[in-house]
Each structure stands twice: as C-alpha cells, then as structure tokens.
C-alpha cells in the first residue's frame, strides 16, 4: 500500500537496485528500510535488488538486509525496466562504470563518497547524469547530522557573523591493526588515495557546505608503512601505494582560511570527524564521535556568563529532522544521517526541487582532492578547480 500525498494521492514510489553489500551497502540498506517508518511524507521505497561480488554472501545480504532479489550481475540488474534507482556502495573503482551505466539507462543516482576517484572520472559522471537528465546525489552523510545540519542553519542565519576559520581532522586509527592486510583501501588502482579521499572527502566536502568553496591550498601526506601483507599472516608483501595521512592547509573564495587533517594513524581516534568554526559572533565546534552535541560559543553572551554552550541537537520543534525520531534526550546515532539524506534525497526526486550534495559537489570535493595530491607533490600552494 503506498503512502497517500497531502492532496490524497497516491505519493509515489522508488524502486531501487543496491550495488554493494558490505558496510556501506548495510548502512544504506538500514536507511531505505527505516525511511518509511519514521518520516510518513517520504516517497514509498521499495527495496528490489542487491548486488554483490559472491552469491552466497549477497543471498546473506539479501535476507539480512531486507532486499527482495539478490544478484552478482549489476549490469543487467542496472539495464533492468523495474529499476528507478541505482545506489552505488562499492569501492571507488567500480563508481564511475557504474554511475555511467545506470545514467545510460536512465535511472537516478546515489553514489558513495568520493565521487570518483580521479577528477576526471568525476567529471564525466557529471556529464552523464546531466545529459541523461536523471537526479544525482553524492552520500556525504554528514551534512545531514541534525548538529551539523543545526551548524549550517547557525552559519546561514548569521550568528557566526563574518568566518575567519574552518579547522576540521578526521582521524581513525584501524591501519595500526598490527599485521593489518594490504586491503582494497591501501590500493590505489581501486581506492584512488588513502585517508585524503576516504576522510579527507568528508571534511572537505563539510567546509565547502558551511563555509563555502576552497580556492587554493597547500598540502602534504605520507604513507607511514610502506609495506604490508598480501592477505592475512601472508610473508609475501606488497607495496602501499595510497597516503596513511595528509594534512592542508586551505584559503576559502570569502576569505577564511583554515586547516585539514585526515589520518589513519591516530591512536584512539576510531572516527573523530571534528570541525570548528570561528567567525565575528562567536564559535561552534562538533565531534562525530559525540554527534549529538554541538558547542557554541556567542560573543553575545554576557560577559561573566561567556563560555561554550553545550547544545544536544535532536530536540522536538527545534532541530531538523528530530520531530520523526524521539522525545527529547533518547539521541540519535551515526546511522540516522543515511536516513535523512535519503529522506531529503527521496522528497526532492519526487517533487523536482534540486538537492545537494549532488554529482556537481562530487565533481567540486574531487578538484579540491585533485588539488591536495597535485600540492603534496609539487610542494607549493595550488589552485582549486
Ligand atoms: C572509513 O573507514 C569509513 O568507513 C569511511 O569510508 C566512511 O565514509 C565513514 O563514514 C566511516 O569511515
């Protein structure tokens, strides 16, 4: 039974094909499985087929996942009529073929961050979405976390006044597993880079959102251990051919300038997505590993009662998305933000309104990506774009 719109009709419905099955293939699987239940005026969503590389673990992920179908040949499953939706979960490799395809077959797109992993892939993804004229939509998640969502509408209204710095690290520390593996994320023939692309996409993509577009940088990265082995407990090694970390430093188009870091290779920090923002009315800082939360700072305050202010951001009337989850203080996790993007991504398919981050971010992050590698090589500030 599908949802019935505002005017009483029948709101329409999505049918989707989910390209990968391991973590980022759960995490959207979980989102179109929830998005349903817990915000009624979203299109119906209805979860065909999955798409993976092994039959026995794509059944698992089927059944487990909720999909109806389970399928190891995402080219016929992308040329399917039944098909609107193609959801790109795989490693970054594999996105540009696909996201071409599902566009040559006229199906909208969701893909995985980074776009692409070369700015020329991303480019031509770009193009093709365009030319087929279908929707496009980069999952950088975070931009929907209702305290960094309740950031952007701190920094749109004006109470950070004017923006003199976005400083921002994204920092995990599962590549000092000892004896860790030469897995696909240490490759760059399928990753494109390391922590650059992988965390640093997020950052970037989150400074660009709340502050604007970066126009020039200057950046270094390092590969930390060069060597690993080819499978687990192997003696047979292989080169790292990705960056363990990188760090930039950044000038914004209005004038701000700031720092980012992302980094494999800090211990303890096992997914600390952190920015602070400064500007002429005061301060905010988040930290995904407290993702509730938001510290804002006025310069507005009275003076003796100056001091960060320590914001949970999922409270009922107050904060997006927090209406369609629970009352005040019962939280919310790193999950939620997949169903908010959806949720918005879903409602601006059906009714035509733009939504972003779309490809056209995608191709914007890869130039500032693009810019960094080009940076930490030449070892001289460079242009954006
Ligand atoms: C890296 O391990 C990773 O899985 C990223 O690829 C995701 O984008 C991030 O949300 C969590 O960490």
Request: charged share 25%; aromatic share 8%; net charge negative.
């Amino acid at each position: 039974m599908k949802p019935k719109d505002q005017a009483g009709g029948e709101q329409r419905s999505f049918r989707v094909a989910l390209l990968g099955t391991k973590f980022m293939g759960k995490a959207h699987s979980q989102a179109y499985r929830n998005v349903n239940m817990y915000f009624s005026d979203a299109p119906h969503v209805e979860q065909v087929v999955i798409c993976g590389r092994s039959p026995d673990e794509t059944e698992q992920a089927r059944e487990a996942f909720g999909w109806q179908e389970a399928s190891t040949d995402w080219e016929a499953v992308v040329a399917r009529d039944d098909i609107d939706i193609v959801d790109i979960s795989t490693p970054g490799h594999l996105h540009a073929e696909m996201a071409l395809a599902a566009a040559t077959a006229g199906k909208h797109v969701v893909c995985e961050k980074p776009l692409a992993n070369t700015l020329d892939e991303a480019r031509s993804m770009l193009a093709a979405v365009e030319a087929a004229g279908v929707r496009h939509l980069v999952m950088h998640n975070y931009r929907r976390v209702p305290a960094v969502a309740l950031a952007k509408r701190m920094v749109e209204d004006g109470r950070l006044g004017r923006i003199y710095h976005f400083r921002a690290r994204y920092l995990q520390d599962w590549a000092l597993i000892p004896g860790l593996e030469l897995v696909w994320r240490f490759d760059a023939k399928l990753a494109g880079s390391g922590a650059l692309g992988d965390l640093g996409a997020h950052v970037i993509d989150l400074g660009r959102h709340l502050c604007g577009e970066i126009s020039e940088l200057a950046a270094t990265s390092e590969t930390f251990i060069k060597q690993r082995p080819v499978s687990p407990g192997s003696s047979d090694m292989a080169d790292v051919t990705v960056d363990d970390a990188a760090a930039l430093c950044v000038r914004f188009e209005n004038g701000a300038i700031g720092t980012i870091e992302a980094s494999r290779f800090a211990p303890g920090r096992k997914n600390h997505n952190t920015f602070e923002i400064n500007g002429s009315g005061g301060s905010i800082t988040f930290d995904l590993e407290n993702l509730n939360n938001l510290r804002y700072y006025s310069v507005d305050d009275t003076p003796d009662a100056q001091g960060f202010h320590e914001i949970i951001a999922c409270s009922l009337g107050k904060h997006p998305y927090a209406d369609n989850w629970w009352f005040d203080g019962h939280l919310l996790g790193y999950e939620h933000s997949f169903t908010h993007t959806l949720y918005d991504w879903l409602k601006a398919v059906d009714s035509g309104e733009a939504l972003r981050p779309d490809f056209a971010d995608g191709v914007c992050n890869q130039e500032v990506l693009d810019a960094a590698e080009r940076a930490a090589r030449s070892r001289r500030w460079e242009s954006v774009g």
